[in-house]
């Protein structure tokens, strides 16, 4: 719809459960109840924009507008989530048309023929790569370990800038600010500065690994202008003057702290100054969910070698492990000789035995 996403779906019977947006399930205006619900057919309204919905807006060859989505979860239970329930990943697909008017009239001339040629917009991504920024995607990874975030626009034609990033948990509880609307690192310890290809169609940044804390899931997403190579339209745009004089590169901004920096850049005339975000040839990439494992816990301290507890008359001896091996092993060894011993001396005196007899 024009504001809003609308969902009927048809079950067999009367419908009794619940419809909810997955991780939602705790807002009351993400959440509808249908237990005194009669009829087969149920319906879910939800606004553009509300419970979480991941916007993306798409500037593509073949699609070029705002791309809506959300996942649905239909419960038939009313608490918990059993095999029979369904959970669907809704699309919807916002359609920018380009509309040409044309009035055709007469005219005693020779006649033109026009040539209209359209350059393609180029196809870009977001991408999380480990070991490089052409390794595998990552998918699952590890608190401090090293990733690299990829953006690419596959074209020689056009130029990007990477901007307006932020990170959410997919719940919509935390979401924070990675890179301003120039392009520039907010937090430079959990997102340094890009570095950009000579081309300005690639950028990519070595980032350590993080994660909302008692969260699993993170989720990235980044707005990306673009801009056409030819007559110097993206002079001064691409890639970002970030830091002090004009540099290009983080390894400057490494001394500043977050307050510091972000007031010395503000103050620079040099920097950034055009809005991309205003600009048509914007897009929204999103990169792969990406799931983080905990910190592995460690022992901080060591167990003494031996402790001796008094608890009351009798006396506790508390080993390490290493202690009660070497006391296992011993005894064992013990137990082998008393055993060997024995037999022996049980062999020796049924001889002796025997050799009396004789003699009789």
Not at 318 to 332: D, G, H, K, P, Y
Request: hydrophobic fraction near 35%; charged fraction near 25%.
């Amino acid at each position: 719809m024009e504001d809003r996403v609308k969902l009927t779906f048809k079950t067999q019977r009367p419908f009794h459960g619940r419809i909810f947006v997955k991780g939602m399930v705790d807002k009351q205006n993400c959440v509808r109840d249908f237990v005194t619900n009669q009829a087969k057919d149920v319906t879910f309204e939800l606004e553009n924009g509300a419970c979480n919905m991941r916007r993306q807006r798409m500037l593509g060859p073949e699609k070029r507008g705002m791309e809506m989505s959300m996942t649905i979860i239909i419960s038939f239970h009313s608490t918990f989530i059993t095999k029979v329930d369904r959970a669907y990943r809704c699309t919807c697909f916002y359609m920018e048309a380009d509309k040409v008017v044309t009035n055709k009239f007469d005219v005693s001339m020779l006649p033109t023929t026009d040539l209209i040629d359209t350059a393609r917009m180029p196809l870009c991504t977001y991408s999380v790569r480990r070991d490089s920024v052409t390794g595998p995607i990552v998918e699952y990874a590890k608190v401090g370990e090293t990733v690299y975030h990829v953006w690419n626009c596959e074209s020689d034609m056009f130029s990007m800038l990477v901007h307006s990033c932020f990170v959410d948990d997919g719940n919509g509880d935390e979401r924070k600010p990675l890179l301003d609307e120039h392009g520039c690192a907010i937090d430079p310890l959990i997102l340094p500065d890009l570095s950009y290809n000579k081309e300005n169609n690639v950028a990519y940044a070595q980032v350590n690994v993080f994660k909302f804390a008692d969260k699993i899931s993170t989720y990235f997403q980044c707005a990306v202008s673009t801009c056409m190579n030819t007559e110097g339209m993206c002079d001064g745009k691409t890639p970002p003057r970030c830091g002090p004089g004009g540099s290009f590169s983080s390894s400057n901004n490494n001394n500043f702290n977050r307050r510091a920096r972000r007031a010395t850049i503000d103050r620079l005339s040099n920097r950034t100054t055009v809005n991309w975000v205003h600009l048509a040839d914007t897009m929204d990439l999103a990169a792969n969910k990406i799931t983080v494992f905990e910190l592995e816990e460690k022992q901080d301290r060591e167990d003494p070698p031996h402790l001796a507890i008094v608890q009351g008359h009798q006396p506790v001896i508390c080993l390490n492990q290493s202690r009660i091996q070497l006391f296992f092993i011993f005894s064992f060894l013990m137990l082998i000789l008393v055993t060997v011993f024995t037999i022996f001396t049980l062999r020796r005196t049924i001889a002796v035995q025997r050799k009396c007899e004789l003699n009789a």
